[in-house]
């Protein structure tokens, strides 16, 4: 599982690292850093909130 | 509680939100969406913003990828109405004739945009709700008008004005009330508003009403309430939505403005409701709301289907801190939390002069609101101090 961010869709609203903060972080820069990006299996669902809930549809999995 | 199966009707964002979060529960029944609409759930904010700009395709817009639809095992009924409902035999009515038998129901049939009347079918006046719509805007701009009035400066019309802007089109901006957004974000901030539209060179007409709009088949000019006539090819009316519950009359369930859930979203013995259509009270802010935001429609959708799986002991209470964004020029207006034109109001971080800032509203000593342009990182972290329940003077304290 690999973690794919669109940087030109995402606009830094941290809403990702407010659901798995150990994959996310939007740093004082104001710029989204992936900290772990082929996270395992036991963040899927975590992950596919993250999806869901990217109001920019930023984030896709890629398997 | 176990159901043998849930039927939601509204296929978009929030009926599909609640269909993906059912199968994350492991609910494994069939699960059917009914939707009015003849195209795969799609996405609306675009359609005010880069759809209608002319840089996205339609394939953008998607909601889901057919793959995880398929893994899902959702069945859809696009292109379906449900006409009525019987809470009594449980009874769904279609208008293709058909009737289904449910037993968990979730509904989530969103809103429709408010008209104006006598307007409905004169060429080049239209609304913004749909992908057809915003094809038919789209068009509309396309085709270079002479200028566009849009009738309406809330943020669907604030939007649209801006993406025509940006399209080099004149725009005229006309707004009942003070200042632009102004229901929502209050005077003061719906001044800064307004000077970001006129800086990018919109005309902005403020405190004045749409008499009438003229034309023959066409729209040919726009009649305001202090006696200026408009000349205008296009005109878009974004005067507000009206939720979709006329289906629901007679159903058995409580409708008044929006159907009428309890706290947890239900509205009756396994009929929950979600997004836009739903009515409930949020007790972290010990009010009844609606709320019309993209973020609510998700969160809800989860909510509402979760509990059509849980019993009434195990419910819990839905209290989100509603949060919008609004995009409009390179600003990032975005809104966390429940504020009042009389909230006292603070600006935290950066200036009003730049355009950067983060703003923070109390009432009666307790944090309730924060208002962020171009300071999406700062809305989130201090929407989470709301969510909190910290006080006024904790949040400006608040090292973020
Ligand atoms: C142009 C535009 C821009 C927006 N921009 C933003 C933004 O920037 N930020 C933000 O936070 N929010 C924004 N929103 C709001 C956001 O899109 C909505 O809050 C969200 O779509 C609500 O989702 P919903 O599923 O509750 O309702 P809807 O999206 O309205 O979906 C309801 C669905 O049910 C269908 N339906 C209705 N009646 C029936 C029936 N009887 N039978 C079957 N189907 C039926 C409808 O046709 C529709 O497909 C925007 C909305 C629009 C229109
Ligand atoms: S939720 Fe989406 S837009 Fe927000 S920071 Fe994460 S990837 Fe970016």
């Known amino acids: ?63 | 509680m176990t159901r043998s199966s849930i039927t939601i009707v509204g296929a978009s964002l929030a009926g599909l939100r609640a269909a993906e979060s059912l199968r994350r529960q492991e609910f494994d029944g069939p699960i059917t969406l009914i939707g009015d609409e003849p195209h795969a759930p799609y996405d609306r904010p675009p359609l005010s913003k880069q759809f209608l700009a002319g840089d996205w395709d339609e394939e953008k817009l998607a909601l889901t990828k057919p793959e995880k639809l398929a893994d899902h095992d959702l069945t859809f009924r696009l292109g379906t109405r449900a006409t009525a409902f019987d809470l009594a035999t449980r009874r769904l009515s279609l208008d293709d004739g058909d009737s289904l038998e449910v037993d968990g129901l979730l509904i989530a049939t969103g809103a429709r945009c408010r008209t104006l009347p006598g307007t409905e079918d004169m060429e080049g006046v239209f609304v913004l709700r749909g992908l057809d719509d915003s094809l038919a805007i789209r068009a509309a701009l396309d085709a270079g008008p002479s200028r566009v009035v849009v009738v309406g400066a809330g943020f669907i019309g604030a939007e649209v004005a801006a993406t025509a802007r940006e399209r080099g089109l004149d725009v005229t901006l006309v707004e009942a009330l003070p200042q632009p957004l102004g229901r929502v974000l209050g005077d003061e901030m719906g001044a800064v508003c307004a000077d970001v539209h006129r800086e990018h060179g919109v005309d902005l007409r403020v405190g004045v009403g749409v008499d009438a709009i003229e034309g023959d088949d066409r729209v040919e000019r726009v009649r305001l309430s202090d006696g200026s006539v408009i000349d205008a090819d296009a005109v878009v009316v974004g005067i507000g939505v009206i939720p979709n519950t006329e289906w629901l009359e007679g159903s058995g369930l409580e409708i008044d403005n929006g159907i009428v859930c309890d706290a947890t979203c239900l509205a009756a013995p396994g009929v929950t409701a979600a997004g836009d259509v739903a009515r409930w009270p949020n007790h972290r802010f010990d009010e009844f709301m609606r709320v019309e935001h993209w973020d609510n429609a998700v969160e809800q959708g989860g909510h509402a289907a979760k509990r059509l799986l849980q019993s009434d002991d195990e419910a819990e209470p839905f209290m989100p801190v509603p949060w919008f964004w609004s995009d409009q020029y390179d600003r990032k207006i975005q809104l966390a939390g429940r504020i009042r034109p009389d909230d006292d109001m603070q600006i935290v971080t950066g200036s009003v002069e730049e355009r950067r800032f983060a703003a923070l509203y109390g009432r009666a000593g307790k944090f309730v609101g924060v208002l962020g342009f171009n300071r999406p990182r700062h809305v989130m972290q201090y929407k989470t101090l709301i969510q909190q329940g910290v006080s006024y003077d904790e949040a400006l304290a608040a090292e973020i």
């Not at chain 1, 659901?19 to 939007?26: C, M, Q, S, Y």
């Not at chain 1, 740093?27 to 809930?53: I, M, S, T, W």
């Open chain 1, 1 to 63: 599982m690999k973690i794919v961010v669109d940087f030109d869709l995402c606009e830094s609203n941290a809403i990702c690292m407010q659901i798995a903060p150990d994959l996310f972080e939007v740093r004082d820069d104001d710029f989204l850093y992936v900290l772990n990006e082929e996270p395992g299996e036991d963040r899927r669902e975590a992950l596919e909130e993250c999806v869901q809930r990217c109001p920019k549809q930023a984030i896709t999995i890629a398997e």
